[in-house]
């Protein structure tokens, strides 16, 4: 009688995974996200949110799970409950009818989007007509043209927006940035203004935030070298979106954006020697872990983690939820 050996499985096929470095969460993000957990520590729930507080889908089902409820406007939120205005930024309006309620809201709006609203009022102030470079509807757009009157600011999403634009009258001029644009199409964007008005002066500091700035050069790295770049975010985070287009016009031969591990189709795999996986600056770093552990489980993967700039920056928690 002859005793067959007990079939092995077959050998999973290698694999070499670059970890984007920097990825997942910013200092805006991670202080927004606190603010949320902070209240309902502090006050209980509810908590009403106005607008997701960052645009990542798991971060707002945690959140709600603790108990946080997420609305579109004051007119949904309770006089008697805390609400919190989302990181990126509301009109000047909203805080003011919260005032005039008597309620008591925390602003979450990343500083460094403050920071584009301060510019804003700023040149208005001077006299100047502001040109906002940003994506329609975007409530980080539609916060920063809120800070001033109707026809204050002018917004330019493409070139093509750029070419067409008239100055009001012989109105001086100013620009600004949504912070999660891409930087190289905003550079042409900018370019073609300047060769139109070229007495336009810079910011004080480059709008587009650092976080979003460093995270396409760590993705423009992995575009060099990766046959397929999975970036970790929602489809409604205009950062991460982003990334895939960096990835791809990289050199990438593909980039996908997914939610999470269950979102890959591993067919998107077939050929790949060497997969990038990055996250946009809402995406938790558990994603990122739990995308690392699937692949594992199918290949036999060497993850290595890029070079890249090491971020240290905080910002400070609103002081009533600190005392």
Not at 132 to 160: D, K, R, Y
């Amino acid at each position: 009688m002859t005793v067959q050996a007990p079939s092995r499985p077959p050998a999973k096929p290698a694999l070499t995974v670059r970890l984007a470095t920097p990825r997942g969460f910013c200092a805006g993000v991670d202080r927004a996200i606190q603010i949320v957990e902070r209240a309902i520590e502090k006050y209980g729930a509810p908590v009403y949110v106005r607008h997701e507080i960052v645009h990542n889908r798991h971060v707002v089902e945690r959140l709600k799970a603790m108990g946080a409820v997420f609305v579109k406007e004051l007119d949904d939120c309770p006089d008697d409950r805390p609400v919190v205005f989302s990181a990126h930024g509301v009109p000047k309006s909203v805080p003011a009818t919260a005032r005039a309620r008597e309620m008591l809201f925390l602003d979450a709006t990343c500083p460094l989007v403050s920071k584009v609203h301060v510019e804003a009022e700023r040149h208005h102030a001077a006299g100047r007509h502001i040109i906002l470079i940003g994506h329609a509807g975007h409530p980080e757009v539609v916060g920063t043209m809120g800070q001033l009157s109707a026809g204050a600011i002018s917004l330019i999403e493409t070139v093509a927006d750029a070419e067409a634009f008239q100055r009001p009258g012989d109105t001086p001029l100013a620009y600004a940035t949504q912070t999660t644009l891409s930087v190289d199409d905003t550079a042409e964007v900018l370019a073609t203004l300047k060769r139109r008005f070229p007495e336009l002066p810079d910011p004080h500091k480059e709008d587009i935030c650092y976080a979003t700035t460093n995270r396409q050069e760590a993705v423009k790295r992995l575009g060099q070298g990766c046959d397929l770049v999975l970036v970790v975010g929602s489809k409604n985070s205009s950062n991460s979106v982003r990334l895939v287009e960096v990835a791809m016009r990289a050199g990438a031969r593909d980039a996908r954006l997914v939610d999470d591990a269950g979102q890959v189709d591993w067919s998107w795999l077939d050929g790949v020697s060497t997969l990038g996986i990055t996250a946009g600056a809402s995406a938790p770093e558990r994603l990122i872990e739990e995308l690392v552990e699937a692949v594992r489980a199918r290949f036999d993967a060497e993850v290595v983690e890029d070079a890249g700039e090491r971020e240290t920056v905080t910002f400070k928690l609103p002081r009533i939820l600190t005392a």
